[in-house]
């Protein structure tokens, strides 16, 4: 597969290892599709993930698990892996610390792996044009952070959570990464009996300040993302939800550098539509970036499937276009293939099926908004408060006791119908 350069094959196309929807220089929306879409390949799930789940080992295996030099491992992973997204045309990729080079428990000799990697990546991204959409560190999975890492009872650990972040911003910075992700995995708790919530959420913050002062100082210059999921692995995660998080990134002074990297995974774990969640975002001017995946209707844990769903993915494009894109972010594919897709083409497919979906639906969505009476409609709904009292109340000019005289004066209101099967129906016309 190495030399499979995936093109644009248009919708009429039977070949599976070609796109049939994005066109990466078609202008949709005064926009390529590239611009607006900023795909970003997951370094964790597409060169890491081995297939291996809770019940059985590894069914993935890569040839450069053979190498025995931890710096020559990642290296040869890197080749394949720039490899990969080269062929699919993909602009942008994102990874942990740890995904790129195996770490041990010696914090400098970490930094020393990380280092030499950032130089091997360095070269590909050159050479590529590849681009870096965001940085993190893995502070989940080493046992020092079972108990969390910037929320850890034991300030030992919190050091070490530390080191990494400094570490890894520095990698995301000499790449010159467009943003930094925190997903607190296991920020949070498991057991209230054993924890001072309010405490750990206060070290949180200032954890987060303090990374943000050290690379403002380091020249770095993107979006901070807070990834929200509201459980697993911890079962109550602090970062819970988009609404949680604004509150606490206004409450500790961080909304000015922070902003939001949704999953939709996570918000529907969270019992919210992915839609839902961009909206709450976009409100807040905190749209960053997105994690694109799905979940499994039929269970309640984090699947991270590939996205295939063109109608839901649709209403989210709606959302996004009309708050006029990301926020220095992209859609970064945190999903994997399942474990007994063993073959290299399957890695291919869901791609190929991911980047195919947004591009449709940023295709319908656009249709939606330029050739429906969609945003009318749903201007026209609020037209009450746009003149005459409806408006002097958006003012703030009328109090309690008006209302009451309006209500009297005016009367029973009339019967408005929300027409959301016709608005459903809309998509399904443009698909
Ligand atoms: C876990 C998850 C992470 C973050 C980055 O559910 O989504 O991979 O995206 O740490
Ligand atoms: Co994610």
């Known amino acids: 597969m190495s030399n499979t350069k995936i093109t644009y094959e248009g919708p ?3 070949n599976p290892l070609s796109f049939r929807w994005y066109d990466a220089n078609k202008v949709v929306a005064g926009k390529t599709m590239q611009e607006h879409l900023r795909f970003a390949c997951a370094y964790w799930h597409s060169f890491c993930g081995n297939g291996g789940d809770p019940f059985g080992e590894p069914t993935h295996l890569f040839s450069w698990n053979n190498t025995v030099d931890a710096v020559d491992r990642a290296k040869a992973k890197m080749d394949f892996a720039f490899d990969f997204m080269s062929n699919l045309s ?3 990729f994102c990874f942990h610390d740890v995904d790129v080079v195996d770490f041990t428990n010696d914090v400098a000799d970490n930094e020393r792996r990380l280092q030499a990697i950032t130089e091997h990546a360095r070269q590909h991204m050159q050479s ?3 681009q870096l959409l965001w940085g993190t560190a893995n ?5 020092r952070y079972m108990n969390g890492a910037a929320t850890n009872p034991d300030f030992q650990v919190l050091a070490h959570a530390g080191a990494q972040v400094k570490a890894a911003l520095d990698a995301t910075i000499s790449l010159g990464g467009q943003n ?3 997903w607190g995995g296991r920020e949070g708790y498991m057991s209230l009996l ?9 070290h949180m913050a200032r954890f987060l300040h303090m990374a943000k002062d050290y690379a403002r100082s380091h020249g770095f210059k993107g979006q901070f993302f807070i990834e929200p999921k509201p459980c697993e692995p911890s079962k109550h995660q602090y970062d819970y939800d988009c609404a949680t998080v604004i509150g606490f990134l206004n409450q500790f002074g961080l909304q000015d550098d922070f902003s939001i990297n949704i999953e939709v995974n996570h918000a529907t774990l969270a019992g919210h539509t992915f839609q839902h969640e961009l909206q709450v975002a976009a409100d807040a001017g905190m749209l960053g970036s997105i994690d694109a ?3 499994d209707y039929q269970n309640g844990w984090d699947t991270d499937q590939f996205p295939n769903n063109v109608n839901e993915l649709t209403e989210a494009m709606l959302v996004i276009l009309e708050a006029g894109g990301f926020k220095g972010g992209g859609i970064n594919f945190d999903a994997k293939i399942r474990r007994n897709s063993t073959d290299m083409e399957d890695l291919y497919h869901a791609h190929i099926g991911g980047m195919d979906t947004f591009a449709r639906a940023l295709l319908v969505a656009d249709a939606v908004l330029q050739q429906s009476d969609y945003k009318a409609f749903r201007q026209q709904r609020y037209a009450s408060f746009d003149s005459g009292n409806g408006k002097a109340f958006e003012e703030g000019k009328l109090g309690l006791e008006d209302l009451r005289n309006i209500a009297i004066s005016d009367g ?3 019967t408005l119908s929300g027409r959301q099967e016709y608005l459903e129906n809309l998509i399904n016309r443009f698909i």
């Open 90 to 92: 993909l602009p942008f």
């Open 12 to 14: 009429g196309s039977d």
């Open 412 to 414: 029973e209101p009339k």
């Open 180 to 182: 930094y992700v925190f």
């Open 293 to 295: 995946n799905r979940g």
């Open 128 to 130: 590529s044009g590849i």
């Open 139 to 143: 502070l989940f999975s080493h046992r």
């Open 194 to 202: 054993n924890t001072n919530m309010k405490r750990e959420q206060e």
